[in-house]
Protein backbone atom coordinates (compact mmCIF):
# COMPACT_ATOMS: atom_id res chain seq x y z
CA UNK A 1 0.00 0.00 0.00
CA UNK A 2 2.93 2.64 0.59
CA UNK A 3 4.65 1.92 -2.00
CA UNK A 4 1.67 2.18 -4.34
CA UNK A 5 0.46 5.40 -2.69
CA UNK A 6 4.11 6.63 -3.41
CA UNK A 7 4.15 5.50 -6.76
CA UNK A 8 0.77 7.39 -7.13
CA UNK A 9 1.77 10.82 -6.33
CA UNK A 10 5.12 10.95 -8.25
CA UNK A 11 3.32 9.75 -11.56
CA UNK A 12 0.29 12.79 -10.81
CA UNK A 13 2.91 15.35 -9.99
CA UNK A 14 4.44 14.85 -13.03
CA UNK A 15 1.29 14.85 -15.08
CA UNK A 16 0.56 18.27 -13.05
CA UNK A 17 4.32 19.74 -14.31
CA UNK A 18 3.51 18.75 -17.59
CA UNK A 19 0.83 20.61 -17.47
CA UNK A 20 3.03 23.73 -15.92
CA UNK A 21 5.16 23.70 -18.90
CA UNK A 22 2.59 23.72 -21.53
CA UNK A 23 1.11 26.87 -19.88
CA UNK A 24 4.41 28.44 -20.60
CA UNK A 25 4.59 27.49 -24.01
CA UNK A 26 0.87 28.68 -24.39
CA UNK A 27 1.91 32.10 -23.44
CA UNK A 28 4.78 31.90 -25.53
CA UNK A 29 2.54 31.05 -28.19
CA UNK A 30 -0.01 34.06 -27.53
CA UNK A 31 3.30 36.53 -27.89
CA UNK A 32 4.66 35.03 -30.91
CA UNK A 33 0.52 35.25 -32.93
CA UNK A 34 -0.23 38.12 -31.56
CA UNK A 35 3.26 40.64 -31.47
CA UNK A 36 6.11 38.58 -32.79
CA UNK A 37 8.28 35.28 -32.09
CA UNK A 38 10.74 38.10 -30.90
CA UNK A 39 8.71 38.48 -27.81
CA UNK A 40 8.07 35.11 -27.59
CA UNK A 41 12.09 33.98 -27.38
CA UNK A 42 12.78 36.95 -25.21
CA UNK A 43 9.99 36.05 -22.62
CA UNK A 44 11.07 32.23 -22.73
CA UNK A 45 15.15 33.51 -22.65
CA UNK A 46 13.93 35.87 -19.47
CA UNK A 47 11.68 32.90 -18.11
CA UNK A 48 15.00 30.59 -17.91
CA UNK A 49 17.28 33.07 -16.61
CA UNK A 50 14.69 33.96 -13.93
CA UNK A 51 13.87 29.73 -13.20
CA UNK A 52 17.80 29.10 -12.81
CA UNK A 53 18.09 32.25 -10.41
CA UNK A 54 15.60 30.79 -8.48
CA UNK A 55 17.02 27.70 -8.36
CA UNK A 56 20.30 28.43 -7.21
CA UNK A 57 19.39 30.84 -4.93
CA UNK A 58 16.15 29.80 -3.18
CA UNK A 59 17.84 28.19 -0.36
CA UNK A 60 19.34 31.61 1.03
CA UNK A 61 16.27 33.31 0.38
CA UNK A 62 14.45 31.10 2.64
CA UNK A 63 16.69 31.12 5.26
CA UNK A 64 16.67 34.62 5.06
CA UNK A 65 12.86 35.48 4.86
CA UNK A 66 12.81 32.89 8.29
CA UNK A 67 15.83 34.27 9.92
CA UNK A 68 16.82 30.95 10.58
CA UNK A 69 20.29 30.74 12.19
CA UNK A 70 22.02 27.49 11.55
CA UNK A 71 23.35 25.05 14.47
CA UNK A 72 25.97 22.83 15.16
CA UNK A 73 26.09 19.33 17.02
CA UNK A 74 27.11 20.91 20.12
CA UNK A 75 24.35 23.43 20.22
CA UNK A 76 21.71 20.56 19.64
CA UNK A 77 23.12 17.12 20.05
CA UNK A 78 19.42 15.88 20.51
CA UNK A 79 18.64 17.16 17.06
CA UNK A 80 21.46 16.23 15.46
CA UNK A 81 21.09 12.38 16.90
CA UNK A 82 17.56 12.29 14.99
CA UNK A 83 18.44 13.43 11.70
CA UNK A 84 22.27 11.70 11.40
CA UNK A 85 20.10 8.38 12.90
CA UNK A 86 17.79 9.06 9.96
CA UNK A 87 20.06 9.88 7.18
CA UNK A 88 22.62 6.90 8.00
CA UNK A 89 19.74 4.76 7.90
CA UNK A 90 18.07 5.44 4.25
CA UNK A 91 22.01 6.83 2.54
CA UNK A 92 21.32 10.22 2.36
CA UNK A 93 23.94 13.31 2.86
CA UNK A 94 23.46 15.06 6.00
CA UNK A 95 21.88 18.65 5.37
CA UNK A 96 23.02 21.50 6.91
CA UNK A 97 20.08 22.12 10.24
CA UNK A 98 18.75 25.05 11.31
CA UNK A 99 16.67 26.71 14.08
CA UNK A 100 14.19 29.26 13.15
CA UNK A 101 12.90 31.63 16.22
CA UNK A 102 9.46 31.14 16.24
CA UNK A 103 6.62 30.11 18.89
CA UNK A 104 4.60 28.40 15.92
CA UNK A 105 5.18 24.79 15.56
CA UNK A 106 6.45 24.35 12.01
CA UNK A 107 9.71 23.00 9.59
CA UNK A 108 10.92 22.39 6.15
CA UNK A 109 13.83 21.58 4.00
CA UNK A 110 14.58 23.08 1.00
CA UNK A 111 17.51 22.53 -1.65
CA UNK A 112 18.41 21.95 -5.17
CA UNK A 113 19.43 17.86 -4.46
CA UNK A 114 20.12 15.94 -1.54
CA UNK A 115 23.32 17.01 -2.08
CA UNK A 116 23.07 21.24 -1.27
CA UNK A 117 19.61 20.37 1.03
CA UNK A 118 19.05 22.66 4.60
CA UNK A 119 16.85 21.10 7.04
CA UNK A 120 14.89 23.66 9.50
CA UNK A 121 12.89 23.81 12.66
CA UNK A 122 11.27 25.92 14.98
CA UNK A 123 11.59 26.64 18.47
CA UNK A 124 7.76 26.18 18.73
CA UNK A 125 7.73 22.54 17.22
CA UNK A 126 11.12 21.11 19.79
CA UNK A 127 9.30 22.81 22.77
CA UNK A 128 5.71 21.33 21.61
CA UNK A 129 6.87 17.77 20.35
CA UNK A 130 8.37 14.81 22.32
CA UNK A 131 11.09 12.84 20.68
CA UNK A 132 8.72 10.35 18.70
CA UNK A 133 6.52 13.40 16.74
CA UNK A 134 9.60 15.40 16.15
CA UNK A 135 11.12 12.57 14.39
CA UNK A 136 8.50 12.22 12.30
CA UNK A 137 8.33 15.24 11.18
CA UNK A 138 12.19 15.39 10.45
CA UNK A 139 11.13 12.00 8.44
CA UNK A 140 8.75 13.76 6.93
CA UNK A 141 11.50 17.39 5.73
CA UNK A 142 14.54 14.55 5.08
CA UNK A 143 11.79 12.31 2.40
CA UNK A 144 10.89 15.78 0.68
CA UNK A 145 14.64 15.83 0.40
CA UNK A 146 15.58 12.78 -0.59
CA UNK A 147 12.44 12.31 -3.44
CA UNK A 148 13.61 15.99 -4.60
CA UNK A 149 10.49 17.64 -3.58
CA UNK A 150 12.02 20.60 -2.53
CA UNK A 151 13.47 21.10 -6.31
CA UNK A 152 10.07 20.33 -7.99
CA UNK A 153 8.78 23.34 -5.26
CA UNK A 154 11.30 25.45 -6.10
CA UNK A 155 11.00 25.18 -9.98
CA UNK A 156 7.17 24.99 -9.59
CA UNK A 157 7.38 28.02 -7.24
CA UNK A 158 9.64 30.10 -9.93
CA UNK A 159 6.83 29.12 -12.84
CA UNK A 160 3.76 30.68 -10.73
CA UNK A 161 5.56 33.68 -10.14
CA UNK A 162 7.17 34.43 -13.70
CA UNK A 163 3.45 34.16 -15.32
CA UNK A 164 2.34 35.88 -12.46
CA UNK A 165 5.04 39.07 -12.74
CA UNK A 166 4.59 38.47 -16.56
CA UNK A 167 0.99 39.13 -16.57
CA UNK A 168 0.71 41.75 -13.93
CA UNK A 169 4.05 43.53 -15.55
CA UNK A 170 2.18 43.73 -18.71
CA UNK A 171 -1.25 45.06 -17.36
CA UNK A 172 0.72 47.56 -15.32
CA UNK A 173 3.02 48.80 -18.21
CA UNK A 174 0.04 48.82 -20.92
CA UNK A 175 -2.21 50.95 -18.45
CA UNK A 176 0.48 53.22 -18.20
CA UNK A 177 0.85 53.72 -21.27
CA UNK A 178 -2.94 54.18 -21.35
CA UNK A 179 -2.90 56.75 -19.03
CA UNK A 180 -0.51 58.89 -20.58
CA UNK A 181 -1.06 62.49 -21.64
CA UNK A 182 0.81 62.12 -25.51
CA UNK A 183 -1.53 63.72 -28.04
CA UNK A 184 -1.31 63.42 -31.91
CA UNK A 185 -1.02 60.42 -34.02
CA UNK A 186 2.10 58.82 -31.88
CA UNK A 187 -0.05 59.37 -28.93
CA UNK A 188 -2.64 57.76 -30.45
CA UNK A 189 -0.30 54.82 -32.00
CA UNK A 190 0.45 54.09 -28.45
CA UNK A 191 -2.75 54.04 -27.00
CA UNK A 192 -3.65 51.44 -29.51
CA UNK A 193 -0.69 49.47 -28.90
CA UNK A 194 -0.87 49.87 -25.30
CA UNK A 195 -4.74 48.58 -25.49
CA UNK A 196 -3.23 45.24 -27.15
CA UNK A 197 -1.01 44.77 -24.50
CA UNK A 198 -3.47 45.13 -22.28
CA UNK A 199 -5.57 42.51 -23.55
CA UNK A 200 -2.74 40.18 -24.01
CA UNK A 201 -1.86 40.77 -20.47
CA UNK A 202 -5.47 40.60 -19.30
CA UNK A 203 -5.78 37.22 -20.57
CA UNK A 204 -2.37 36.14 -18.98
CA UNK A 205 -3.69 37.57 -15.41
CA UNK A 206 -7.23 36.31 -15.77
CA UNK A 207 -6.67 32.56 -17.22
CA UNK A 208 -2.72 31.63 -16.77
CA UNK A 209 -2.39 32.89 -13.12
CA UNK A 210 -5.33 30.98 -11.84
CA UNK A 211 -4.34 27.78 -13.95
CA UNK A 212 -1.00 28.29 -12.83
CA UNK A 213 -1.91 28.41 -9.02
CA UNK A 214 -4.18 25.64 -9.08
CA UNK A 215 -1.23 23.13 -10.56
CA UNK A 216 1.02 24.54 -8.28
CA UNK A 217 -0.79 23.86 -5.41
CA UNK A 218 -1.68 20.48 -6.53
CA UNK A 219 2.01 19.68 -7.02
CA UNK A 220 2.30 20.73 -3.48
CA UNK A 221 -0.19 18.46 -2.37
CA UNK A 222 0.68 15.71 -3.73
CA UNK A 223 4.59 15.96 -2.42
CA UNK A 224 2.64 16.24 1.20
CA UNK A 225 1.25 13.00 1.10
CA UNK A 226 4.60 11.67 -0.81
CA UNK A 227 6.58 12.62 2.14
CA UNK A 228 3.98 11.68 4.63
CA UNK A 229 4.41 8.23 3.50
CA UNK A 230 8.13 8.83 2.98
CA UNK A 231 8.55 9.30 6.73
CA UNK A 232 6.70 6.28 7.59
CA UNK A 233 9.41 4.55 5.52
CA UNK A 234 12.09 6.35 7.41
CA UNK A 235 10.63 5.43 10.99
CA UNK A 236 9.13 2.81 10.24
CA UNK A 237 6.17 3.37 12.27
CA UNK A 238 3.43 5.92 11.29
CA UNK A 239 2.69 6.74 15.10
CA UNK A 240 4.71 9.39 15.51
CA UNK A 241 3.80 11.74 12.40
CA UNK A 242 0.50 10.94 13.19
CA UNK A 243 0.83 11.76 16.75
CA UNK A 244 2.74 15.21 15.29
CA UNK A 245 0.04 16.13 13.17
CA UNK A 246 -2.60 15.27 15.49
CA UNK A 247 -1.46 17.96 17.91
CA UNK A 248 -1.82 20.30 15.02
CA UNK A 249 -5.19 19.47 14.69
CA UNK A 250 -6.00 21.04 18.24
CA UNK A 251 -4.01 24.14 17.28
CA UNK A 252 -5.37 27.53 16.29
CA UNK A 253 -3.89 27.93 12.66
CA UNK A 254 -0.40 29.46 12.14
CA UNK A 255 -0.05 33.19 10.52
CA UNK A 256 0.38 32.61 6.67
CA UNK A 257 3.61 33.78 5.01
CA UNK A 258 3.76 36.69 2.85
CA UNK A 259 6.63 33.81 0.78
CA UNK A 260 4.79 31.51 -1.59
CA UNK A 261 7.58 28.93 -1.51
CA UNK A 262 7.65 29.26 2.63
CA UNK A 263 4.06 27.88 2.69
CA UNK A 264 4.60 25.46 0.14
CA UNK A 265 7.55 24.06 1.89
CA UNK A 266 6.44 24.31 5.68
CA UNK A 267 5.08 21.64 7.12
CA UNK A 268 2.00 23.45 9.17
CA UNK A 269 0.60 25.68 7.33
CA UNK A 270 -3.22 27.65 7.43
CA UNK A 271 -5.76 25.38 5.92
CA UNK A 272 -9.80 26.18 5.75
CA UNK A 273 -12.45 23.44 5.68
CA UNK A 274 -14.30 24.42 3.05
CA UNK A 275 -13.56 22.80 -0.39
CA UNK A 276 -13.00 25.54 -2.93
CA UNK A 277 -10.79 26.91 -0.07
CA UNK A 278 -8.79 24.11 -0.69
CA UNK A 279 -8.55 23.66 -4.51
CA UNK A 280 -6.18 26.94 -3.53
CA UNK A 281 -3.90 25.31 -0.79
CA UNK A 282 -0.53 24.30 -0.76
CA UNK A 283 -1.10 21.40 1.38
CA UNK A 284 -4.18 18.48 1.96
CA UNK A 285 -5.99 19.22 5.26
CA UNK A 286 -4.24 17.30 8.58
CA UNK A 287 -7.40 14.87 8.58
CA UNK A 288 -7.00 14.17 5.21
CA UNK A 289 -3.03 12.95 5.94
CA UNK A 290 -3.89 11.24 9.31
CA UNK A 291 -6.37 9.42 7.45
CA UNK A 292 -4.00 8.46 4.81
CA UNK A 293 -1.41 7.61 7.40
CA UNK A 294 -3.87 5.53 9.18
CA UNK A 295 -4.77 3.61 6.46
CA UNK A 296 -1.06 2.61 5.31
CA UNK A 297 -0.64 1.53 9.07
CA UNK A 298 -3.82 -0.74 9.06
CA UNK A 299 -2.61 -3.03 6.00
Known amino acids: MLYEQIAHNKRNTWIVMILFSLVILVIAYLFASMLDMTIAVIFLVAGITYLTYTYFYAMRHLMTVT ?7 HDNPQLFELVEELCLASGMTIPEIYIIPNREPNAFATGRDPQ ?4 AVTDGLLKMMNKNEVQGVIGHELSHIRNYDTRVTTISSGLVNLIIKTGLGIVSFSWAMICDNDQGLLGLLIK ?38 GSVELTREPSG ?20 MVNALSFNTPLSSHFIVNLF ?19
Not at 67 to 73: C, S
Not at 199 to 204: E, F, K, L, R, S
Not at 247 to 256: D, E, G, T, W
Open 116 to 119: HASL
Open 241 to 260: LISALTKLQHMSSPQRSRDM
Open 67 to 73: HAVQVRQ
Open 192 to 229: FLAGFLLMIGGVITLIGIPIAKLLYFAVSRQREYLADA
Open 281 to 299: ADHPTLEKRIKRLKNSASI
